[in-house]
């Protein structure tokens, strides 16, 4: 069993956080999608919609299956531990054993360190643990996301090179389900899209009517934000006999999208193009839209794929390694996000390039 303070400081180092709360936060986003529940971020103003009709509110949610969130955390933690990986690392079937099995009479032994506030007694763990109704509860949201892999994976045909993938981690669950959404609810990420995607269309509207009219400076920075899109995905380095661009190399791109757009903008020839610019900038408004929403959905997972191809073992193949990590919901995702992006990019050059025909 790893020490617990370095292990700590790893979990910490990875995402940012202690090792509890980005167990927590992982678990929730498969309950979440377990229960039905639509945590978004801006829910309505009457609450959360429901994917189904049996869907909790907020307060039944929180009652009855944050519970159920904490007994999973646990269980993400100890195995974790256990095993010496970060808490994203643990295999998806491995943790039924631990909320719900052969493991689950060592949950509540000893102290936990993952930075958990409350720090919680050995008997408040037994307390969480002892509910055989909460415990069940757990192994039915896991084995719902392990039949939802399987039935996913089946999917996959552009992957498939003869061995079998490597097993889902919850992280890679997580990151699945964030893609996909809530049955029967768009992901969020789609309304990005769609508010991207329209303020394409008002730009290419005003310029095609002549509504508005592009300066030297609109020209330039649309000649340059052009390029980065345009510009086919080359990190990280793949082995020789790989042919790219592949899965992990599109997303990986897109942080360097936003990050490019960022910088252009605080230029102060391009400063009237970003956020403190002209509110009324139909050129401004799409390039944000695209950049700093549909494209910076995508950060998330970049940033976790990143870690991830670094402790790739040198001989698991690529396709293995992205059938692992990049499931079907979030290449659905790339491919929306690049679409869009794409649309931008044929109207950056349009601008930047107004006498040549497309």
Known sequence: M????????????????SAWRQAVATCGALVAWHAG??????????????????????????????????????????????????????????????????DSGRLHHGPLETGEGRERTEAGWLELVGDAKRRRRARQVLNDHVMAQIYEEGEL???????????????????AVRAAGIADLEPEWAGAVDYARARIDRLETVLREGIWRPTRRHRAFAGILHRTLVATPDYPNLPDEVPGPVWVQR???????????????????????????EAAD????????????AVHSLVKSAVDLERLWAARPAEQSVAVWERAHLPIPVRKQVLAVEKVTHELAMVLFDVANPDTER
């Not at 139909?282 to 929403?293: F, I, Q, T």
């Open 2 to 17: 790893a020490d617990g303070q370095d292990w700590e400081q790893r979990n910490r180092s990875a995402y940012g956080m």
């Open 37 to 102: 529940y639509d945590n978004r971020a801006e829910p309505g103003p009457s609450g959360p919609r429901p994917g189904r009709p049996d869907a909790p509110d907020g307060a039944q949610f929180t009652s009855q299956w944050m519970p159920v969130v904490a007994l999973l955390a646990l269980g993400a933690c100890r195995a974790a531990r256990e095993a010496d990986v970060l808490v994203d690392d643990v295999e998806l079937p491995g943790l039924v054993g631990w909320v719900d099995g052969a």
């Open 157 to 175: 045909e552009d992957t498939g090179d003869g061995t079998e993938p490597a097993l889902f981690t919850i992280g890679d669950r997580a990151r």
């Open 251 to 277: 997303v990986l791109r897109m942080p360097h999208i936003t990050s490019t757009v960022r910088t252009l903008t605080e230029l102060p020839e391009f400063a009237m193009l970003g956020p403190e610019g």
């Open 282 to 293: 139909p050129l401004g408004k799409a390039v944000s839209a695209v950049a700093h929403k």
